[in-house]
Nanobody, 124 residues
Framework: QVQLVESGGGLVQAGGSLRLSCAASGHTFSSYAMGWFRQAPGKEREFVAAISWSGGKTYYADSLKGRFTISRDNAKNTVYLQMNSLKPEDTAVYYC?????????????????WGQGTQVTVSS
């Protein structure tokens, strides 16, 4: 069983930054690809970013490239999402997800484990 716990969400003004963290337990974290997804009210869950087990490969939603950065610290069993230049349209619940694979997926259906989500609200 894998447990994922997100933290770091909150209320921030447009143009500000937040760093989300996702702490993993119950598995060999370093063997898992990790992803971040988000879901805004009334919208489907969408891909944000993903990272390979080693951290050597990263993928981003095209619309978020240059503003968001995904990283991981396997020694701390944690994956991060640094979000800069935040916009009101970034407001959503952000989820981290995991799958034991060397392939990095960008679709939510490919991930086996999910956290409970953390709310990010960007005010204009």
């Amino acid at each position: 069983q894998v447990q994922l716990v997100e933290s770091g969400g909150g209320l921030v003004q447009a143009g500000g930054s937040l760093r989300l963290s996702c702490a993993a337990s119950g598995h060999t974290f370093s063997s898992y690809a990790m992803g971040w997804f988000r879901q805004a009210p009334g919208k489907e869950r969408e891909f944000v970013a993903a990272i390979s087990w080693s951290g050597g490969k990263t993928y981003y939603a095209d619309s978020l490239k240059g503003r968001f950065t995904i990283s991981r610290d396997n020694a701390k069993n944690t994956v991060y999402l640094q979000m800069n230049s935040l916009k009101p349209e970034d407001t959503a619940v952000y989820y981290c997800a995991a799958r034991a694979t060397i392939v990095v997926f960008t679709t939510s259906k490919e991930y086996n484990y999910w956290g409970q989500g953390t709310q990010v609200t960007v005010s204009s």
